[in-house]
């Protein structure tokens, strides 16, 4: 159970905002904005994972590393508590080096892990820089704790002498696994970590991060385009659409009683064990608009099945459905 309530939460957004300047001619004036994060706010307790998910170009990557300030935020604030009931640090009000202090604590896992590794590094290399960096270990003892952690996230301790390419998709994501736990981080952000690899691979890779969530009492934010991928790792899901969130709630909740047409939409494009099963709500249909003009009103009337006159012209509040569940929908508002 989440200690959120009575302690504090471990991550807490509010209103996160990041726009990237569209800039024209030989001034290089300033013409707009791509809204890619526009006023998101959420919290993330001890031991929590809480999922992000959208279809692409919704602005969650951009979000988990807007919380990291791998993209400096526009706007809003993320605090960050280190321990249930401590006094909580404002990572937007870090300098860079107050900020590389605190690195320890708030690691990454990529996407694409071939892209990420250093393919002229040894693994070895790779995972123990950190350590070295941050003068934690050297000499027989990093390479001591390199081997523990291949070994820990299903690799052989010889791995360590070998080099990226040499391993497939499923174990070069184990070793950037390998590499955010080497600092012992307690908030790590997973960027559509399990996103470009086959289903089989993910379930392992999604049931290694669960166990290493127990026994290092981590809390993950879990950035995923697919809903089917984040139920079994999840605390709570909050879904965005066009920079914003537009249903947040307990996992069982989004699943069972999505209440934002987007959500059902998402749920209902999820390929179910039985085809035969009669689906409730249709699939998802046209493609996202852009975030440089978002359509006026709720973002989402352009696609909406059950859209009404006023959902053209103002942005729906963020409602309660239930206890720790909202959503963004004129039709909820009554
Ligand atoms: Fe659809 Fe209107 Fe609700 Fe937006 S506010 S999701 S357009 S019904």
Redesign the pocket.
Known sequence: MSESTSNGAMIEVRDLKKFFPIKKGVFSRHVGDVRAVDGLSFDIGFKETLSLVGESGCGKTTAGRSILRLLEPTGGSALFRPGPGEAPVDLFGLSQSELRQWRCDLQIIFQDPYASLNPRITVGNIIGEALKVHGIASGAELDDRVEKLLVRVGLRAEARNRFPHEFSGGQRQRIGIARALALSPKFIVCDEAVSALDVSIQAQIINLLKDLQDEFNLSYLFIAHDLSVVKYLSTRVAVMYLGRI?EIGETADIYERPA???TQALLASVPHPDPTRERTHKPLEGDVPSPINPPP??H??TR?P???A??RETY?QMTAVGERHSA????LEE
Do not use: D, N, Q
């Open positions: 537009v934002h047409p987007y009103g709720c989402f009337h909406c059950v859209a009404v006023k959902c729906p963004a929908c004129h039709l």
